[in-house]
């Protein structure tokens, strides 16, 4: 039996289009956390939002993503529809706020392009950008 894998992050829209065009930050972000015995948390209204976006690219990308080993995909559970509702209303994207909502569930950071989308949440402190 193998121990549970600790969720570090979450990967947003821009996260996981990054690493379909083959991002280096993303792809070493996985990496450290496979190493660490880490999670990234990969909302499914994020990897939806983002295979739309990267139609015309490599979708072989999205199964490496989703298949390995420190990924994590998660659906948002319906009873949280208030919270989505309230928190979509700061990040103004459903995919967005799936995100946010399990970054604070979850207390750790949203791994994103754009850190100004999180501002309103949590005071902005649930956020880990790159570029």
Known sequence: MTDPRTVAIVLDTTAI???IRGSVAVGELLIEID???GAAL???ACLVEAAHKTAMLDPHRLDLLVDHPATVLVADDPED???LAAIRALVD???LASAALLSVDGEVDVFTQDA???AEVAGGS???EFE
């Open 17 to 19: 289009t990054a690493w």
């Open 35 to 37: 190493a660490e015995h």
């Open 42 to 44: 990969i909302p499914l």
């Open 81 to 83: 529809w208030r919270s």
């Open 93 to 95: 994207r459903a995919d």
């Open 116 to 118: 100004r989308w999180y």
């Open 126 to 128: 649930r956020v880990l």
